[in-house]
């Protein structure tokens, strides 16, 4: 549920922490622990208050869009899935997909739709590939879906990445979610005549 200044009063009372306290406590947790595990439950938390147009603000204001950038170049798979499941959750707003662009995120973000392919050729169905990795890919569809505009299609729409999103697009029995991630994704930004 999203959430406004009255519900969160209502929830944290007059003297209770503030939404930007407590997410500052939350960023200095992460800054501050050495845990992969940790780590991992830091970020997973952040996306999950990046879905909430409350706290844009906050996020931009502690960097945290820049955060979940960092984490698409983690080696750990998880830290990996979360940053760009924040990035997806959190660039549906125009300045924080600004972030995104003018950091450098979206080959970041390009690079996390690595096509599922097994190692003889044949594409991975999509419940036997591993959660961390399907929902990365989903969550880069989500976020290039969010993320092109005129000022950066050209960057987005390059041949491959448009190639594999008509691969997900006509893989029906084989990924559901990518394909009807990667359908929106064409309606919006390909021209009929181009697919």
Avoid: W
């Amino acid at each position: 549920m999203f959430t406004n200044d009255r519900r969160q009063e209502e929830r944290t009372g007059r003297y209770g922490t503030s939404r930007l306290q407590y997410l500052q406590e939350v960023v200095t947790q992460f800054q501050s622990t050495t845990s992969e595990e940790s780590k991992e439950k830091i970020v997973a938390n952040l996306a999950n208050f990046a879905y909430d147009p409350y706290n844009y603000t906050y996020l931009r204001q502690l960097n945290v869009v820049e955060l979940f950038l960092d984490r698409i170049t983690e080696p750990n798979e998880k830290l990996l899935e979360f940053g760009v499941g924040g990035i997806c959750n959190c660039c549906p707003d125009p300045a924080n997909a600004a972030i995104v662009t003018q950091s450098g995120g979206i080959p970041l973000v390009i690079q996390c739709l690595s096509s599922p392919v097994s190692s003889d050729g044949s594409r991975i169905h999509e419940p036997d590939l591993p959660l961390p990795v399907r929902n990365t890919v989903n969550y880069a569809i989500g976020s290039l879906y969010y993320l092109c505009n005129t000022s950066n299609k050209e960057e987005i729409m390059k041949p491959e990445v448009v190639d594999i999103m008509k691969r997900y697009a006509a893989a029906e029995g084989a990924s559901v979610s990518f394909n009807n991630l990667a359908k929106a994704f064409l309606d919006k930004h390909v021209s009929e005549n181009e697919i």
